[in-house]
């Protein structure tokens, strides 16, 4: 998979609404947005944040997620 583009945008409810676009993907089933405090031991998943993949392609797909 190739990202080409990734960017975060706050919303105006306090929110972000991350947004990227891969180039090529090769069998993605999707992807989960994750977070990382400065504190925290790992890496946690965001609930709702699952945006579904194209499996496999060579065509470039735009994805977001608002959390």
């Known amino acids: 998979m190739q ?3 990734f ?3 706050p919303t105006l409810a306090g929110g972000v609404r991350v947004e990227w676009m891969t180039v ?3 069998d993605n089933f999707g992807f989960e947005v994750q977070r990382k405090g400065q504190d925290d031991a790992g890496f946690s998943t965001l609930a709702g944040s699952f ?6 392609t060579q065509v470039p797909h735009e994805y977001s997620s608002s959390i």
């Open 3 to 5: 990202i080409a583009q």
């Open 7 to 9: 960017r975060a945008v």
């Open 24 to 26: 090529s993907e090769i």
């Open 51 to 56: 945006a579904p993949g194209n499996g496999t």
